[in-house]
């Protein structure tokens, strides 16, 4: 099997959408720290894909679709379009037309033609079906990007749920095969509830074998992974 080509300067940075809005809304605060992460890789000479979730606000829309009857995939659809609102006004917190392409991508096409002319492409969802966890895969997979980047609100994979069993540890690494077994389940399927991973996002990372770190999404720990190629999180991979 021919080895991957891989742009060892090109990442995918995936921030949850929970990171960038607050129960009252977009979170101006956070947005700004993504973006001074985001500009901050790119000076030190990254071209960044930027896939950004729906957060609670497509959860709110995709509950209220499900009282209405509606399908799994307009629920799905309803979920796309709020993360591409999300990936706009995040365009918005980067501001430098010169490096960041203006509107978000809506197709893989539109990425890879992006991040050859810019430095930064930000996107949310593609088509029903595929998390934004899974569009990161694909982008990294699609464009040879060297990583993938999993900004969470925890600091890692842990064996169990650390909120509810105090026995719970972090994993320094976990192979493709543990994280399907620990985390992938029918409830991780339906639409807004892809949790950390699902199985598409990790089918793509193993039959391309590309790396992927999960980690707590703040500027200090993405600069360290990507810049530094320091462990933070949880690596998920070949072990």
Excluded: W
């Amino acid at each position: 099997m021919a080895t991957r080509y891989v742009n060892s300067k090109t990442v995918v940075l995936k921030i949850g959408g929970s990171f960038l809005l607050t129960d009252a809304g977009p979170d101006v605060g956070q947005l700004k720290e993504m973006a001074d992460t985001v500009h901050s890789l790119v000076k030190e000479g990254f071209r960044v894909i930027v896939v950004v979730g729906g957060g609670l606000t497509a959860r709110h829309y995709i509950e209220a679709a499900s009282s209405l009857n509606s399908s799994k995939g307009v629920m799905d659809h309803l979920g796309i379009l709020v993360s591409r609102l999300n990936a706009r006004v995040f365009i918005e917190a980067l501001r430098d037309e010169d490096v960041v392409v203006s509107e978000p991508a809506e197709t893989l096409q539109e990425v890879r033609v992006g991040i050859q002319n810019k430095s930064v492409v930000v996107l949310g969802g593609l088509q029903p079906g595929q998390s934004t966890t899974a569009v990161s895969a694909l982008c990294a997979e699609y464009c040879s990007a060297s990583k993938v980047i999993y900004g969470t609100d925890v600091d890692g994979v842990y064996t169990a749920d650390p909120n509810k069993d105090p026995n719970a540890t972090k994993l320094e690494t976990i192979s493709y095969d543990a994280l399907k077994t620990l985390i992938v389940t029918t409830a991780n399927s339906l639409p807004g509830q892809y949790r950390i991973m699902d199985g598409v996002a990790l089918t793509i990372l193993e039959r391309s074998k590309i790396p992927a770190e999960i980690l707590l999404g703040n500027k200090k720990n993405i600069m360290a992974s990507i810049v530094d190629n320091e462990r933070v999180g949880t690596i998920v991979g070949e072990l």
